[in-house]
T-cell receptor
Framework: QKEVEQNSGPLSVPEGAIASLNCTYS??????FFWYRQYSGKSPELIMSIYSNGDKEDGRFTAQLNKASQYVSLLIRDSQPSDSATYLCAVRHLNTGNQFYFGTGTSLTVIP | GAVVSQHPSWVICKSGTSVKIECRSLDFQATTMFWYRQFPKQSLMLMATSNEGSKATYEQGVEKDKFLINHASLTLSTLTVTSAHPEDSSFYIC?????????????????FGPGTRLLVL
């Protein structure tokens, strides 16, 4: 079983819609959760981090964490064509030192 | 935000030569840096974890004698691809771990450099 699993997509949403990206993880002692965005040909850039159960909002992005169910999601409201990218979920648990576990990413296309 | 730079951004070299890639944390000190490789349309592959002042920890299957990592200061880590071959052609990305102004271990965040494209002819 992989540490972090994401639906590879592609996920297509119309412009202005809400895009919902999901990620599940296997290790219950995971403590830190991150969403990165990677445009084609570029390196990943951090969108959000979340550490506590519940929602965390930053502009059009909302991260949701449910440790009991071992999932973390990212909602993108009012999706724009510029949001078209691959979204990587990353999980870290301190008992393995500095190791971050990345999912394989979900490809999102926002259709104008 | 935390800024990580990489140099060079592009390198083309002949088979058998060595290539050095630098990764710098510009506005913070990074005890830990990571090196990744990414082939087209594939996911990130962690190659090694670089800790300042100590030997790097390599992932299984990564040849430590071929991919030399040196983390000599809190702001600089280098990756040297020795005797590069065409199959080493890839996108190499470094990242640095920062805890921000108030260090809290589980809130350390990884910031990525822009990457280096290596083409070995």
């Amino acid at each position: 079983q992989k540490e972090v699993e994401q639906n590879s997509g592609p996920l297509s949403v119309p412009e202005g819609a809400i895009a919902s990206l999901n990620c599940t993880y296997s290790d219950r002692v995971s403590q830190s959760f991150f969403w990165y965005r990677q445009y084609s040909g570029k390196s990943p850039e951090l969108i959000m981090s979340i550490y506590s159960n519940g929602d965390k909002e930053d502009g059009r992005f909302t991260a949701q964490l449910n440790k009991a169910s071992q999932y973390v999601s990212l909602l993108i409201r009012d999706s724009q064509p510029s949001d078209s990218a691959t979204y990587l979920c990353a999980v870290r648990h301190l008992n393995t030192g500095n190791q971050f576990y990345f999912g394989t990413g979900t490809s999102l296309t926002v259709i104008p | 935000g935390a800024v990580v730079s990489q140099h060079p951004s592009w390198v083309i070299c002949k088979s058998g030569t060595s290539v050095k890639i630098e990764c710098r944390s510009l506005d913070f000190q990074a005890t830990t840096m990571f090196w990744y490789r990414q082939f087209p349309k594939q996911s990130l592959m962690l190659m090694a974890t670089s800790n300042e002042g100590s030997k790097a920890t390599y992932e299984q299957g990564v040849e430590k004698d071929k991919f030399l990592i040196n983390h000599a200061s809190l702001t600089l880590s280098t990756l040297t691809v020795t005797s590069a071959h065409p199959e080493d052609s890839s996108f190499y990305i470094c990242s640095a771990l920062t805890s921000g102004r108030i260090p809290v271990a589980f809130q350390e965040t990884q910031y990525f450099g822009p990457g280096t494209r290596l083409l070995v002819l």
